[in-house]
């Protein structure tokens, strides 16, 4: 997967991400904030979808 953005995190956090991945089978930091990000956008996709449907429905405005 071709990258195109940079994100800039705190320190702090990135130390953080570093520990996490230390007892994972992650390859760096980069692939396990990939995959958070990744899982977070598909979820909050989902649900836009879902109130679309619902609003097409009528049962929200």
């Not at 230390?22 to 909050?44: G, M, W």
């Amino acid at each position: 997967m071709p990258l195109s953005k940079k994100i800039r995190i705190p320190n702090e956090l990135y130390k953080k991400i570093e520990r996490v991945v230390e007892h994972t089978d992650y390859a760096a930091p980069s692939e396990f904030v990939l995959e958070i990000i990744e899982k977070e956008v598909d979820q909050r996709l989902n649900e836009l979808s879902i109130k679309k449907q619902l609003k097409g429905l009528g049962y929200i405005e």
